[in-house]
């Protein structure tokens, strides 16, 4: 008995009925081989994979990941939208207020949705999103140095 494939990115597309072309593989490998990307930098990285793409088709082709649940968007306030490929286990995040990193932080305690409201006003929940706001290692250093 042979072990079981394991899925590629086309398949993983396939699944989730998106069209699989050579730019959304591309895509989709870049930003989970990436660590919190902005658009420009999965343009890039999308580039250095398959050549010349647009930014709109970037968007577009973010836009139809983001939704088939892919690809995680976080929008910290303040900061351009940024993507992972990190998904589906509602983990939170720590930014830097100095130079703007962004780092993972693992749900503390409890099960999904990790947090729960005060008053959830008839809402069914399950997501919370946190943000923890602080200085990264390398910035804080720099301040006490």
Not at 95 to 124: I, K, Q
């Amino acid at each position: 008995m042979s072990a079981p494939r394991t899925p590629t990115t086309a398949d993983e597309l396939r699944g989730v009925g998106l069209r699989v072309t050579a730019a959304r593989v591309a895509l989709l490998e870049t930003v989970r081989d990436g660590d919190h990307l902005d658009v420009e930098a999965i343009a890039s990285g999308v580039r250095d994979r398959v050549g010349h793409i647009s930014l709109q088709a970037v968007y577009e082709a973010l836009h139809a990941l983001t939704a088939a649940g892919l690809v995680r968007r976080i929008e910290p306030p303040g900061s351009p939208a940024l993507f992972e490929g990190r998904i589906g286990d509602n983990h939170h995040h720590v930014v830097c207020r100095s130079c703007g990193v962004v780092a993972d932080v693992d749900c503390a305690v409890g099960e999904a949705p990790c947090l729960t409201a005060s008053d959830d006003h008839g809402f069914s929940i399950d997501e919370a999103e946190v943000i923890y706001w602080g200085l990264c290692l390398d910035c804080s250093t720099a301040r006490t140095s």
